[in-house]
């Protein structure tokens, strides 16, 4: 660690300028940073260390002193798990033993303490009692570091997950604006959103405010604690439910020393990883470069990393850091290329119109069981998963119904769209305004809801909201409650009183499907006489 000399000779120093001084010193032996001030005031910044994962320590250890003969606070404790320090080693001075002598500042060394990191969900770091010098200098620390280390290894081959997996710290800020079962609604939906790009939440830190802090959203404390929570649980990247600014993103990139990304990101991800078609494939590379080109000047390196994870994904060969005038120009062409998707769009539509084919398009919260259900009314095979945002391309299908004034077949065209979300992003709403005009453009709706989530009511009013911000007011709407198997009898009884008008499904099941095509029906009967 440190030989007897070394640590009286910087006993001595710290007493000549009554300041504590600390020493990091890599496992060569080699001083490679002096600071005066304590661990925490001289703690290298975590852009600066070197880039290790959660089975390794940084190779670096710290030798400190101390005015005051005390045990390591829990900030000296904090700064070294953020650091990953090897082992730290603090040198409590004497106070009254200092003295000239030969023109020079001597001091010794009355106690010192040992801390270090262990590999153990139970505690982040352990303290041995007060030592003397030569009990301190007698260890063998490269042993005791390796040890360490190979602990660390088998604790994180029992915890890791797949190689192709982001290990994800999710941040939830709660503010007065929203109550508390809205913000865990909004924190389930994100940890399932960040499943479904591929990552895997192992840590979850809340934090309640007024209002955001203008450079880190949750302040220096709670910074600290993300800091160190990501340290201890291994993660390479951490996920807000709040839209982050640039400045924010780099501010807590530099504290924090990982990748950060918000609620956004990781949905303009999803997309990325969906969209099949060449349709679906302009409209998010549209939807990531708008919201990306404020951000270029904040995200620094992070712009070369297209490729690398959650939020950094993207459908051709886009440069993030390419000029910002030439992704304004790759703008401006994926804008006229939408335009024409939604011109060749209209005119398909308008050939329905012509031939009087009567056109339903299916809506509804993400996951609610429209896929499922377009193939259970069309014997179709549209890929249909328990996923967020299983499908993004518009799908129609024809299905023949009864019509309920002459009894006679009556083909009806259904579209599946795209999954509605609580706060969608509005480079999303404008990227994909193509496919959503399959809802203005249709002559009624049907709403899917899926009744055994508990937030039902909450989705339906964000999929209403986002209906209501469409330039077009939609035809007619039927209300859908699907998975009906999964709920109980209040539930039921609860959306039979509020949406008396609503009809009752299992599309899995293929119940109450008759039912349904009845009142498709009926349903596309009035939108053509109204």
């Not at 220096?220 to 993300?226: A, F, L, R, S, W």
């Not at 077949?409 to 999303?428: C, E, N, R, S």
Request: aromatic share 4%.
């Amino acid at each position: 660690m440190a030989t007897t000399e070394f640590a009286q000779r910087l006993a001595a120093v710290s007493a000549e300028i009554n300041q504590p001084i600390c020493t990091y010193i890599n496992r060569r032996g080699q001083v490679i940073r002096v600071g005066i001030g304590s661990v925490r005031q001289t703690q290298i910044p975590p852009m600066e260390l070197p880039r290790y994962g959660a089975e390794r320590l940084s190779g670096i250890r710290c030798v400190a002193t101390q005015l005051k003969s005390d045990e390591p606070s829990e900030a000296i404790l904090t700064s070294m798990a953020l650091q990953r320090l090897d082992v730290l080693v603090l040198l409590s001075l004497t106070g009254t033993g200092f003295e000239k002598r030969g023109g020079g500042a001597t001091g010794y060394v009355k106690e010192t303490y040992l801390a270090h990191l262990v590999p153990h969900p139970e505690t982040t770091w352990t303290v041995s009692p007060p030592m003397s010098l030569e009990e301190l200098t007698s260890q063998d620390f490269l042993d005791l570091t390796e040890g360490l280390e190979a602990e660390f290894r088998r604790e994180f081959v029992a915890q890791r997950v797949g190689d192709d997996q982001d290990r994800v710290l999710l941040v939830g800020v709660m503010t007065q604006r929203i109550t508390g079962q809205r913000f865990q609604d909004g924190l389930n939906e994100l940890d399932r959103l960040i499943d479904t790009a591929g990552g895997e939440v192992v840590h979850v830190v809340h934090q309640k405010r007024s209002s955001f802090h203008p450079q880190t959203v949750v302040g220096e404390g709670k910074v600290q604690e993300i800091a160190l929570a990501a340290q201890t649980s291994g993660a390479n990247l951490v996920v807000f439910d709040h839209d982050l600014s640039p400045t924010q993103v780099r501010n807590l990139e530099m504290l924090i020393g990982v990748r950060v990304v918000d609620r956004t990101e990781v949905i303009l991800d999803i997309f990325a990883q969906r969209a099949q078609s060449r349709a679906g494939k302009l409209q998010v590379e549209l939807a990531q470069l708008q919201y990306m080109m404020p951000r270029l000047g904040g995200r620094g390196k992070t712009m070369s990393r297209l490729g690398g994870g959650i939020g950094t994904r993207g459908p051709g060969e886009t440069k993030l850091e390419t000029e910002r005038r030439a992704i304004q120009r790759r703008i401006q062409r994926l804008q006229q290329e939408v335009n024409q998707l939604q011109a060749h769009r209209s005119r398909l539509r308008q050939q329905r119109q012509h031939h009087e084919v009567p056109s339903i398009a299916i809506v509804g919260y993400t996951n609610a069981g429209k896929s499922t259900l377009l193939n259970a009314l069309t014997n179709s095979e549209v890929y249909a998963a328990d996923q967020l945002f299983a499908t993004l391309d518009p799908t129609t299908r024809r299905v023949t119904v009864t019509d309920p004034m002459t009894q006679d077949a009556l083909p009806i065209v259904l579209t599946d769209t795209v999954g509605f979300i609580q706060d969608l992003p509005p480079a999303l709403m404008d990227a994909f305004r193509a496919t959503l005009e399959e809802v203005t453009e249709a002559d009624a709706l049907l709403h899917v809801v899926d009744l055994s989530h508990p937030a039902w009511q909450s989705q339906i009013r964000s999929v209403m909201s986002i209906l209501s911000q469409l330039p077009i007011t939609p035809g007619p709407v039927l209300l859908a409650f699907n998975k009906m198997d999964e709920v109980d009898g209040d539930t039921l009884t609860l959306a039979e009183e509020e949406f008396p008008q609503a009809v009752f499904i299992s599309a899995g099941d293929r119940l109450g499907l008759e039912t349904l095509r009845l009142r498709l029906a009926q349903l596309v009967r009035y939108a053509i006489v109204s």
